[in-house]
């Protein structure tokens, strides 16, 4: 079955880290909780072209900009090297652990993930989850303690450094080290 709605609370404008983010980074996170394709894990594939041809303002370097700013305060989880990106905080938001067949889904896509730093994250994210909400029935679903047995590591323990392949484009956060490094000759 596949999604037909995504919740987003609106609690979300009193998180001060959120708040904390450009409106570019801001409008990255609402594209990907969004987006048709987001799995029952939170991921999606991550093309930037992609994402930009969503807004008539936006590029695909300002997309970089904007996903490395979300790797950076730990909203997602970037692996360009299966093109897919990981909205980390899906699973505790959505409400769908909440409904055990909607939970045998969120195993099933896991299962679809190709990264392996992603798949340890929504690991991760599923068990600190169940910490806090141990007695809903969707632990008891055979997929799902499959699921909490797999490789867990926290979304701090991980770093993206997103490769930036657009001809003409210095992305910001490598600006100054080139500014530094030719302020020196």
């Not at 909440?98 to 679809?112: D, F, N």
């Amino acid at each position: 079955m596949a999604r037909e709605r995504a919740t987003i609370n609106i609690d979300i404008w009193s998180d001060a880290d959120f708040r904390d983010l450009t409106a570019p980074a801001q409008s990255l996170y609402f594209k990907l909780t969004s987006h048709p394709k987001l799995d029952y894990c939170g991921c999606v594939e991550f093309h930037p072209g992609r994402l930009a041809a969503m807004s008539r303002e936006m590029t695909s370097g300002d997309v970089m900009v904007a996903a490395q700013e979300l790797s950076d305060k730990w909203f997602c989880v970037f692996d360009q090297s299966t093109d897919e990106v990981l909205v980390r905080s899906f699973l505790r938001h959505d409400g769908l652990m909440k409904q055990p067949r909607l939970a045998v889904s969120a195993a099933k896509a896991y299962g679809a993930i190709a990264s392996n730093k992603i798949r340890a994250v929504v690991v991760h994210e599923l068990q600190r989850f169940k910490r806090e909400n141990p007695d809903l029935l969707a632990w008891e679903k055979p997929q799902v303690m499959t699921l909490l047995k797999q490789p867990a590591v926290s979304v701090r323990e991980t770093r993206t450094d997103l490769e930036w392949d657009f001809p003409g484009f210095l992305p910001i956060h490598n600006l100054e080290a080139t500014t530094d490094a030719t302020a020196n000759v």
